[in-house]
């Protein structure tokens, strides 16, 4: 019974998921094939952060993405953050999987940007 209730329902429940996530309504169309076309969610920023760290993300973000695979006192130097924000700020990154470290040791590695925040930037 199941199976014949869901022939036929699939735009709608595709129209009523997109605007539960609120994200534009589908496009359909046909060309020769059905075609679909849905709106991607905007990247978010990191949850809970004031305007004033994301202010300071953004100047790390930049550091690391002009000086890839460098360690927190650069940063630190370069960006005029202390050593200790920098690493809050990092840790936040991290865990978004902005950023990654390269590296077996602290002393010996460095962070870089991720395929994930390149594919968002582009």
Avoid: C, H
């Amino acid at each position: 019974m199941n199976m014949v209730e869901r022939i036929g329902s699939g735009i709608r429940r595709i129209k009523d998921l997109m605007k539960e996530a609120n994200l534009a309504e589908p496009i359909f169309s046909f060309d020769g094939m059905f075609i679909v076309k849905l709106a991607r969610p905007k990247p978010r920023a990191i949850e809970g952060a004031t305007k004033g760290v994301k202010r300071k993300l953004a100047i790390l973000l930049t550091a690391i993405a002009k000086n890839e695979r460098e360690r927190i006192p650069y940063y630190s130097e370069i960006t005029g953050l202390s050593t200790k924000s920098i690493e809050r700020y990092i840790r936040q990154l991290r865990n978004a999987n902005f950023i990654d470290f390269d590296g077996d040791a602290t002393q010996l590695g460095g962070y870089f940007l991720t395929d994930k925040l390149k594919g968002i930037i582009k």
